[in-house]
């Protein structure tokens, strides 16, 4: 018995000299120990186990339902990464459906956030800048210039990444995905169903002229033969993919982005505040006012939308503005019967496509809190995420099991293919193989660098990446880079960007419907537009643009 209680009162010693330095801010994540000792366990940039003896490090992450396990030995990533840097991880999961309040709440009282936050509690500059000048995020620019490998072969390659992500105040303080991603930076599109266009013997459009042609036949000459008047000339969703019945159009008469927005000689411009967006809107509202576009357009989400397009077995919608016929069809039979539109010329000849110059830059996945005990081993850690290997695993899973690196054949994209799916892609699906997206990063390739699919099949990637490389013979570099400003400023311009925006698209769906006069009253629109605050917030956009921005844009 004495022997019993002398060991529990050594074990309680233990426990209590364990937590007064873990009070003290001294100790590792998983040792009592000072920092410097385990920092001297820490092998070389880029080079693996990324420490000579096992660290735990504590990651605080949104669970995904799709995930169903996250633990060493249970989950395929999770082993393979523990195996290859000798660090191993604690979970800290918090649910899903309420993670950014969860988070929030824990930055603003204090909480213990471990040694890492990953994954997408949708951090953006605005609350990075912030919590970073109070000091609840720690600065990485040393950590990543002392351990930093990867993470610095993805500055070199992309320049924009750092400078898009540096604070006013010098700082890097989170870490984003980067997008690689050819097509969705050139997702602006528009389609137009084939075998409409074999009924009516017409030709793809090409102008703002021949679209109205077109539409208006489909909605008057029966192209689906079954002698009814049931056919839509134009159908969208503001919640799908770059739906917006007016997106696409509005190429023809001016530049814009998906907040209206373009930067053109070196300033910064709302589209939805010249005189060619209103020329545009006449046009629009044209087709709507002679029922080409179809009312639901304004209220259909993503999956009223398919049900629309998928009416007469796929044979009711003439054409559909949409990112890519996946987010607009439910069938492949419905999706191969669409074919892209490229850019139109309108009336005065003006013809552009969007291009996002900027969208390699993507949400923030890695932060590290300034509670962390491990910074060091931990900015390592997330290093590793940037690597080739890494990505491919937190994708598509187990290389030989999930995937595999076909010989001899050919990309979507044209070139030699990357990978192969082996059976179904597990993304969104119930698994044990990744961790759903929240550590992607530094992806070696887009998507479009999968095997082609035989003929006949539909071929999502190879269909987008043809579509995209069309487009960009168009696309002009004209893009609003993505701003970081100082927590005040931030806060200002969030405001006006919120409340700007939410306007200007009612303003604009209203023009188009006609409960608002394009003629009679634009002039009150523009005076909304000044009363909301629109010269501020084009104002703050040019003096940073100006001070961080021009120098790079060419």
């Not at 195996?83 to 909480?111: C, F, M, V």
Request: include cysteine; glycine fraction near 8%.
């Amino acid at each position: 018995m004495r022997k019993r209680l002398k060991i529990g009162l050594m074990s309680f010693t233990l426990v209590v000299t364990m937590l007064a330095t873990a009070c003290s801010g001294s100790g590792t994540a998983n040792d009592p120990g000072n920092a410097e000792q385990t920092a001297g366990l820490l092998s070389e940039p880029g080079q693996l186990p990324l420490s000579k003896e096992k660290i735990t490090l504590t990651v605080t992450v949104p669970q995904n339902s799709n995930v169903l396990s996250y633990e060493y030995g249970e989950n395929d990533l999770t082993t393979w990464l523990e195996d290859q840097t000798n660090i191993h991880i604690k979970w800290n999961l918090y649910p899903e459906a309420d993670a950014r309040q969860k988070l929030n709440l824990e930055l603003s009282s204090g909480g213990d956030l471990g040694d890492i936050i990953m994954g997408d509690f949708q951090l953006d500059n605005s609350m990075l800048a912030s919590y970073g000048s109070q000091n609840v995020f720690l600065p990485l620019n040393d950590l990543i210039e002392k351990h930093g490998y990867y993470i610095k072969k993805m500055y070199e390659q992309y320049p924009n990444i750092k400078q898009a992500t540096t604070a006013p105040d010098g700082n890097i303080y989170g870490l984003p995905q980067v997008g690689m991603c050819y097509n969705c930076d050139r997702a602006m599109r528009f389609w137009v169903n084939k075998s409409f266009l074999k009924a009516l013997n017409m030709q793809v459009p090409t102008t703002t002229d021949e679209l109205y042609e077109y539409l208006k036949a489909v909605k008057e000459k029966d192209p689906n033969g079954n002698g009814k008047q049931d056919e839509i000339g134009l159908v969208g969703s503001p919640k799908s993919w770059f739906s917006h019945v007016h997106q696409f159009i509005m190429n023809a008469f001016t530049h814009h982005d998906a907040n209206g927005l373009y930067v053109k000689d070196h300033k910064v411009v709302a589209a939805y505040s010249t005189p060619e967006w209103r020329e545009g809107l006449r046009y629009l509202h044209k087709l709507y006012s002679e029922g080409l576009i179809d009312p639901s357009s304004f209220t259909n989400d993503e999956a009223q939308l398919k049900q629309i397009v998928e009416l007469n077995n796929g044979n009711t919608v003439g054409a559909v503005g949409n990112g890519g016929p996946h987010a607009f069809a439910a069938q492949d039979s419905t999706r191969l019967n669409y074919e892209i539109v490229l850019p139109l010329k309108g009336p005065n000849g003006f013809q552009t496509a969007y291009y996002n110059e900027f969208g390699v830059v993507g949400s923030y996945k890695f932060v590290i809190p300034s509670t962390s005990k491990n910074p060091e081993a931990a900015i390592k850690w997330i290093d590793f995420m940037y690597n080739r290997d890494t990505y491919m695993r937190s994708r598509y899973g187990v290389p030989g099991v999930n995937w595999e690196v076909p010989e001899g054949t050919t990309a979507a994209n044209g070139g030699p293919a990357q990978f192969r799916l082996i059976g179904k892609d597990l993304w969104q699906e119930p698994q044990t193989v990744h961790w759903q997206g929240a550590n992607t990063a530094w992806p070696p390739f887009g998507s479009d660098a999968r095997e082609k699919l035989p003929e006949g099949r539909f071929d999502l990637e190879t269909v987008l990446y043809n579509a995209a490389k069309e487009y960009d013979k168009y696309a002009a570099k004209v893009s609003v880079p993505k701003f970081f400003f100082d927590p005040e400023t931030a806060k200002r311009y969030n405001e006006l960007h919120t409340e700007l925006k939410k306007h200007y698209e009612a303003a604009t769906a209203d023009f188009i419907v006609g409960n608002r006069d394009v003629e009679k009253d634009w002039d009150t629109y523009l005076q909304e537009l000044k009363s909301i605050g629109i010269d501020e917030y084009l104002s703050i956009m040019q003096t940073e643009y100006d001070k961080n921005w021009k120098h790079l844009k060419k």
